[in-house]
């Protein structure tokens, strides 16, 4: 930017050209955005002032720190495995093909891992939290798992992921009388059988999730008992909240069929709701039941 005499106020250069001995200057003034177009001779040039339009007076750190924020916000637009290369975990190649071939290159994930014991899911579902976390997608999280499991997945976020969960349990909710306990923080691991309990399943329908993570999902089972009648236990109705509610939702198990294909359509029924209506649609679309060899 430029001032002098010539313009009434600050003029931004776009452009400027040599016309024999003077200089011809294209732009615009800074405040009322004028077009500028003036022809400035060597003794006009000596009145004008180059003005210094940058500020170089920040401190150092804490211009490092901004652009490091600005470059880590971004980093998942070119590194696409960027969760494994920020956590501490060894992943093996099959782990990878399911969060990154199949899960993560879906926009709205609805999941589930179903893979043998010892297989690794609760790695696969951190490398989920995180990706979708680092791209912005997932802030708020909620992972319900067995209550005997609650402080090791506790634990495994925050030794492999480098990201803290707060366990939800009765003496967490009753600290928190007043106020809808889940959005205190963002993130929260809380136990099966305390959510299926009524007041807390009634506080968890008005709140909106991001990402639902379900461990040991086969626990939230439902059944036909005729055409017309579902025997849904609190815990199907619990996963029927949290499906409703959560915008991506994750299950893993080690055992989805039980050899009734109804109870496993009504689990499928948890990700997309109404997507397998009856029993007929479930096998057009390939489900099949458990066949047993001798």
């Known amino acids: 930017m430029i001032r002098g005499p010539f313009w009434p106020e600050p003029v931004r250069v776009l452009n400027s050209k040599k016309s024999g ?44 720190m901004g652009i490091e924020s600005y470059r880590l916000r971004n980093a998942s637009l070119f590194d696409s495995y960027l969760a494994m290369n920020t956590s501490r975990i060894d992943p093996l190649p099959f782990q990878l093909e399911a969060v990154y071939g199949y899960a993560l290159r879906m926009p709205h994930m609805r999941f589930m891992i179903a893979d043998d014991p010892g297989a690794g899911k609760t790695i696969m579902a951190g490398m989920i939290i995180k990706e979708l976390k680092l791209r912005g997608v997932a802030s708020r999280v909620l992972i319900v798992t067995p209550g005997h499991l609650k402080a ?120 997309r709701p109404g997507f397998f209506s009856n029993l007929n649609s479930y096998r057009r679309r390939g489900g099949t039941g458990i066949t047993h060899s001798s």
């Open 21 to 64: 001995e003077n200089i011809i200057i294209f732009g615009t003034t800074v405040d009322t955005n004028s077009t500028v177009n003036s022809i400035l001779t060597r003794e006009d040039l000596e009145r004008v002032e180059v003005m210094r339009t940058t500020d170089f007076g920040a401190e150092p750190h804490e211009f490092f």
């Open 152 to 271: 090791q997945w506790q634990r495994e976020m925050k030794d492999k992921f480098q990201e803290n969960f707060v366990i939800m349990d009765r003496p967490y909710m009753s600290s928190r009388q007043g106020e809808n306990p889940w959005m205190v923080e963002n993130s929260y691991i809380t136990s099966i059988d305390f959510a299926k309990q009524e007041d807390v399943m009634s506080s968890l329908s008005s709140t909106r999730w991001d990402l639902v993570v379900v461990d040991e999902a086969h626990k939230m089972s439902a059944r036909i008992r005729s055409e017309n009648k579902k025997d849904m236990t609190r815990r199907y109705r619990l996963g029927q909240i949290l499906s409703r509610t959560s915008d991506h939702m994750l299950l893993l198990t080690a055992t989805p069929h039980s050899g009734d294909p109804d109870a496993f359509r009504l689990l499928l029924d948890l990700l």
